[in-house]
């Protein structure tokens, strides 16, 4: 049985772009537009990592980030940032709640995979 | 200038009395020399006599008078000395008496039982000349000798017989004549030398007295001056206290005008950072229209000297037409001063005044050297409110500076985050696009995607330049510093540049000394420096060319050379080379990709740490960059240094 991602990100554009680069790479992707989608659906289906854009509507990377943290049911799940915010502060802070890893975009998609890779 | 100007008005007590002194001690001084010329002749003349009467008669009197004549001889010269140290009350007092003395003993000896009577006649002159004024002596010598004369005469010739007067005494009668002739002189002569005495003495006591007025008169100077000082102290301790001009303007004209015994008063003083540009102070029935006329009739304007100026109209009758408005106000006189520091002027204060008695030259002086410090006092809380002022306005800079600074760093991070977004769909679709997803591209697609995400790539590479180097601007940039082995930093770097240095057929070299010691860099900016250079090396040297890096340690320092075989540096674009957005061929550049900002960040990251960096380079013959990174010192060498140095 192959691994499961989710992937959240706002831009449907990017959201393509990692969906079809991992489907290629032989995972199963689960696709939120927004923070509190990526919470329902780590809750339903527990995925094995989760890559999450930081700035979304609706709910935020950072709060779903929390959120997902929170819950006993999907703390385990490793979480990988994906954002535009590049500077030192914002990695950091990504870190401080609980990010496993962090990427800048722009990215390769050979990067995003083997950054998965490491994960699973 | 206060100071100053306390001097001057002290300073003519003393030099001005001095000459009128100094010509009366001269004229004492002539005045005793004359007595004691007439005394040396007097003993001189006497001793002769003496000298004669002996060899012709030697008998006990005349030795005693040659004794006499001696002695009143030699004691001119004590009498000189005494004269010449300036102690003439008591020179004329000591000859007096000595003079008196000896003269009795002579008269005793040559007159013999007369003697007594001679006496009677000498003491009177002595007496008038002490007692009485200078020439009574010469008038009673002269009525003594006349009396004398007189009655010897008269006995002479028989018509009277006074025994007492002259008598025969042990002398022959031939001597008489003489005898009476030598007291006759004696009594002229001691007549005319106490009378000079006595003139001495009455000059001496002059001088005296007019010394001893002069110090009175000093002493009531210094008593002002020391009243002025008093006040100028309280008024200091009051000025000390206040903070601003015009709390500072309106103490002291309160004591300014309690000096002058003004009811009312006010002071204007410009100041630039006072409403309208003007502080005014006022004190009592001076209200703000009569302040405001006045100084509108150019009652400032009368203060034409740096003293201040009494102002009660002229003599003939014509009036500044301040003074007019002030009588009309119901004052009689103004007193103006002027209030100036050393470099420029204030303003002024005015005392206005009624009936009350003119102010007096010792409040003057006062007024004057208090407006004087008032003005200095002000001079310096405007100095220091500008100072104060330009310190907020500094202060406002800085923040407005700061926040800048903020609103740059902040677009920086926006403009980052706006650029990223969409260049992450531009590499993303490409990278898909030649990883095959999409379906096989011809051979034209493949270039042409190739290019779009090289391109993608390089203004990514811009943006995170750019980024580097306003942290690095901003002074945002920590290092974190610590031992690093440049071997292993090369062996992170290298790994980087070698598959595109193969690929030209680049051969890459190091060539570190084995005793090179660890540099104290943050092991990331130094890696980002050998990268940068290194990059460029192989991104500028022709195929088959050759790369080195080469370490040295070199005054307390380590010098590493990044060294190629490529295109090199033409001297006069060396100067520009780390500058920003510099690149020497744009048209060869453009096909070797970069941002233009690697060598002016690898600049800012070398003088970050400490060091510096430097380019030898000939074109078509290579480059060299050469850059410096400190030496790492561990804490017991750091403190060993700090101890020594």
């Known amino acids: 049985m192959s691994k499961t991602v989710l992937v959240a990100d706002d831009d449907p554009d990017i959201l393509d772009i990692v969906t079809m680069s991992l489907e290629a790479s032989g995972y199963d992707v689960y696709r939120a537009e927004n923070g509190r989608e990526a919470v329902q659906l780590a809750r339903q289906h527990v995925p094995d990592l989760i890559l999450m854009d930081m700035m979304m509507p609706v709910m935020s990377g950072h709060e779903a980030i929390e959120a997902i943290k929170a819950d006993p049911a999907t703390t385990h799940i490793p979480i990988v940032g994906l954002s535009a915010k590049a500077m030192a502060t914002d990695i950091e802070l990504a870190r401080d709640i609980g990010v496993d890893g962090y990427i800048t975009k722009p990215f390769r998609i050979a990067q995003v995979v083997s950054v998965i890779e490491g994960y699973l | ?645």
């Open chain 2, 1 to 645: 200038m206060v100071e100053r100007r306390v001097a001057a008005t002290v300073r003519p007590v003393g030099p001005g009395c001095t000459p009128a002194g100094r010509d009366g001690e001269m004229n004492a001084r002539d005045h005793f020399t004359d007595v004691l010329w007439a005394r040396a002749i007097l003993s001189l003349a006497v001793l002769i006599a003496a000298v004669v009467f002996y060899f012709r008669d030697p008998d006990t009197e005349s030795l005693v008078l040659i004794i006499a004549c001696g002695v009143f001889a030699v004691s001119n010269v004590p009498f000189w000395s005494l004269a010449r140290n300036g102690s003439h009350a008591a020179t004329c007092t000591a000859m007096v008496v000595t003079d008196a003395a000896l003269i009795t003993v002579g008269v005793i000896c040559t007159g013999g039982v007369l003697s007594g009577v001679a006496i009677f006649y000498l003491w009177p002159i002595i007496l008038a000349s002490l007692l009485l004024a200078p020439w009574a002596s010469y008038l009673v010598a002269a009525g003594v000798s006349l009396l004398y004369g007189t009655l010897w005469g008269l006995e002479h010739l028989g018509i009277a017989v006074t025994p007492s007067t002259v008598g025969t005494g042990p002398l022959p009668p031939e001597w008489h004549a003489q005898t009476v002739g030598i007291r006759l002189a004696g009594f002229l002569l001691i007549g005319l030398m106490t009378g000079m005495l006595a003139r001495a003495l009455q000059r001496s006591n002059r001088r005296l007295h007019s010394a001893n007025e002069r110090a009175e008169e000093q002493l009531s100077e210094l008593r002002v001056a020391n009243r002025r000082l008093r006040a100028l102290s309280d008024a200091s301790r009051v000025f000390l206290r206040r903070t601003s001009a015009g709390e500072l303007l309106d103490d002291a004209l309160h004591e300014i005008a309690d000096v002058a015994g003004a009811g009312a008063a006010f002071a204007r003083i410009d100041d630039q950072y006072a409403e309208g540009g003007v502080i005014m102070a006022r004190l009592g029935d001076a209200t703000p229209a009569v302040a405001r006329r006045l100084t509108d009739l150019g009652v400032g304007e009368l203060a034409s000297t740096d003293s201040p100026v009494v102002c009660e109209g002229r003599a003939d009758g014509v009036s500044p037409p301040a003074l007019t408005a002030a009588r009309e106000e119901g004052y009689q006189r103004l007193v103006v001063a002027r209030l100036e520091t050393r470099e420029r002027p204030l303003g002024f204060l005015c005392l206005l005044l009624g009936t009350q008695p003119a102010v007096d030259r010792e409040r003057l002086a006062t007024l004057d050297a208090l407006s004087g410090q008032l003005g200095l006092a002000i001079g310096t809380m405007q100095s220091m409110e500008a100072l104060r002022h330009l310190n907020d306005e500094l202060r406002r800079a800085n923040e407005e500076l700061t926040h800048l600074d903020e609103l740059k760093s902040d677009f920086m991070a926006t403009m980052s985050h706006e650029l990223r977004t969409p260049l992450t769909s531009i590499i993303g679709y490409s990278d898909m696009l030649l990883s095959g997803m999409a379906g096989t591209m011809d051979e034209k697609q493949t270039t042409f995607v190739s290019s779009i995400l090289n391109n993608g790539e390089s203004l990514l590479n811009l943006i995170n330049d750019i980024l580097d180097l306003t942290k690095i601007e901003a002074g945002k940039l920590e290092l974190k510093r610590e031992a690093v082995d440049l071997r292993a930093a090369l062996l992170r770097v290298l790994p980087v540049i070698k598959p595109k240095a193969a690929e030209k057929g680049i051969k890459v070299s190091t060539f570190l000394p084995t005793e090179l010691p660890p540099v104290d860099a943050d092991p990331n900016k130094l890696n980002q420096v050998l990268l940068n250079l290194l990059t460029n090396a192989v991104k500028y040297t022709q195929e088959n060319g050759s790369v080195s890096v080469e370490a040295r340690r070199y005054d307390g320092q380590v010098e590493i050379w990044v060294t190629d075989t490529g295109i090199g540096i033409a001297r006069e674009d060396q100067e520009r080379i780390f500058q920003r957005f510099t690149q020497i061929d744009s048209s060869s550049t453009r096909s070797q990709g970069g941002t233009g900002l690697g060598l002016a960040i690898t600049k800012e990251l070398v003088e970050l740490h400490g060091g510096s960096i430097r380019l030898q380079s000939r074109l078509g013959k290579g480059s060299s960059f050469i850059f410096t990174v400190p030496v790492w010192q561990s804490v017991g060498e750091r403190v060993a240094e700090t101890a020594t140095g």
